[in-house]
């Protein structure tokens, strides 16, 4: 099994010589193996590894998890970070599934200590069976090329980005050189792993929950894939072909709709006559990357989506679509945009480069904390060139008037959940957009202002983790408005030097 794994990551280009590895370990089978088999290459590849283990506090055995994974971590000598978090309340706190929650704090987990011990690549379980019961998903659901692919080899750390897919040598070099996501058990089955553990008598445990069928994976995984292995033993390795190919395919026609894109598109609009000349299947893809980009998320788009914009194509006069995720598709004659419908902006969408004087642009050399004791009495700061920053909290029965300024703010402090940071835009940014608790992705946002991918990391923001509670010039979180339960209040105040 080792060489097997050996030959999928000289593959994919998986590993380098001197590589600090953050490694996911659950407890479970997959995770145990590939701490395992990291072990194994350690001296190969000259490793440096980390193990994260995230306790989701959702199962009784959780905790004898999380002590037996530090348990191999101590026996091992390599560093062990345990995060502990109650996913089923953070899912309220979010407004989504358990299961999303769940993907969410952890890659905040793995991004938290990689930065911590300058990993260059993540480490995680996923295997064949994986793929498969993620294709067969995506299937089920209604799924192009893009769901065909399953579960990449590699990709990129941020996991909605518009650019996940495998490093290429055309890639620009932010994207080339980022923290990468790696599968070493990509091409092995679940049988050879649970086998390779049984032979060299490593425990591993057992999640109950995987065997519930009320989840639509875990019919997959328990009745669809086992039936389909009756029909033929290879079934697993024959979808999972399937896949590999699929993203071959997927990966020409993405850079087919980027070249595209590159040469047609401005500010978000596209020529009908010129799209309509192109293949259908290019069509259909440069729609999903717009439609993709206007949601500032890819998940949960369908296919029935993009055909509700081919027809809209082919329709008279000017209309437009309003779509799921807040997008809104516009036909004007012989030109159709993609764009967010705004809903929750405070102020006007920024359409030229003298509207967007309203911003806050610097490129800070580091972050600016804010450690919360300090704001028991008043605390402020100046930034050389930024301005005057002044941050308080009241009780709320002190408060009068909810302030009106632009650059004056009133947040319900109570809703703060980690230390304030005043920053730059950082990847995996998101801002919520309306009472409900649905996210956009900061890049989305301040492209729907207008401002230029040469501003858009100059931006200066105001963070609580990478839930940016105000943007300066432009809006404020929707879940940190004061509301009639609001007990203490974040005043927020900045005096920038140009208005002076």
């Known amino acids: 099994m080792i060489e097997k794994v050996r030959k999928t990551i000289e593959k994919y280009h998986m590993l380098e010589y001197g590589d600090r590895v953050a490694a996911g370990v659950s407890g479970g089978a997959d995770s145990v193996a590939l701490l395992m088999v990291l072990l194994e290459l350690q001296k190969d590849y000259d490793l440096s590894i980390t193990v994260v283990h995230v306790n989701h506090m959702l199962r009784d055995a959780a905790d004898e998890e999380e002590s037996y994974v530090k348990e191999l971590c101590e026996k091992s000598g390599i560093p062990c970070e345990v995060y502990r978090k109650d996913i089923h309340a953070y899912a309220n706190e979010m407004a989504c599934s358990t299961e999303e929650a769940g993907r969410i704090y952890r890659y905040q987990c793995f991004r938290e200590t990689a930065k911590k011990y300058g990993c260059t690549k993540l480490a995680v379980a996923h295997h064949m069976n994986d793929r498969v019961e993620t294709v067969l998903f995506h299937m089920t659901r209604g799924t192009g090329l893009k769901g065909m692919r399953g579960i990449p080899a590699v990709r990129n750390m941020e996991p909605d ?38 032979d060299r008598g490593i425990l591993y445990y057992m999640d109950e929950s995987n065997r519930d069928i009320m989840y639509a994976r875990n019919r997959i995984r328990n009745r669809v894939i086992p039936e389909l292995s009756t029909i033929n033993s290879e079934a697993v390795r024959h979808i999972a072909d399937i896949s590999d190919q699929s993203a071959a395919y997927f990966e020409y026609v993405e850079q087919q709709a980027i070249q595209y894109e590159r040469e047609k598109i401005r500010d978000h609009s596209l020529c009908i006559s010129e799209l309509l000349a192109c293949p259908e299947l290019l069509q259909r ?216």
Not at 396 to 406: A, G, N
Not at 468 to 478: A, D, F, K, L, Y
Request: charged share 30%.
């Open 285 to 500: 893809h440069i729609i999903y990357r717009q439609l993709s980009e206007a949601a500032g998320k890819e998940r949960d788009l369908e296919a029935a989506h993009v055909e509700a914009v081919r027809v809209l194509l082919s329709s008279r006069g000017e209309k437009q679509l309003d779509l799921p995720y807040h997008i809104r598709v516009i036909k004007t004659y012989d030109h159709i945009s993609f764009e967010s419908n705004g809903e929750g902006m405070e102020t006007q969408l920024l359409r030229d480069s003298s509207a967007s004087a309203d911003c806050l642009y610097m490129k800070l050399r580091e972050d600016i904390i804010i450690d919360g004791k300090d704001l028991q009495t008043e605390y402020s700061f100046s930034v050389p060139g930024m301005g005057n920053w002044s941050l308080r909290i009241r009780e709320r029965d002190h408060i009068t008037d909810i302030s009106k300024k632009i650059y004056t703010k009133m947040l319900d402090y109570d809703t703060i959940k980690n230390t304030l940071c005043i920053r730059n835009p950082h990847d995996g940014d998101y801002v919520v957009i309306n009472p409900k608790g649905d996210h956009k992705r900061l890049s989305r946002i301040l492209i729907d202002q207008k401002i230029t991918k040469a501003l858009r990391d100059q931006i200066v923001v105001v963070a609580d983790g990478s839930h940016v509670i105000w943007i300066p010039g432009i809006r404020i979180s929707e879940a940190c408005k004061i509301t009639e339960t609001t007990r203490r209040v974040l005043l927020l105040s900045l005096e920038p030097e140009r208005d002076r």
């Open 161 to 198: 980005s518009i650019t996940d897919r495998m490093p290429d040598s055309s890639e620009p070099a932010d994207v080339q050189n980022a923290l990468l996501v790696i599968r070493p058990l990509y091409e092995l089955q679940r049988e050879v792993i649970e086998e390779y553990l049984k």
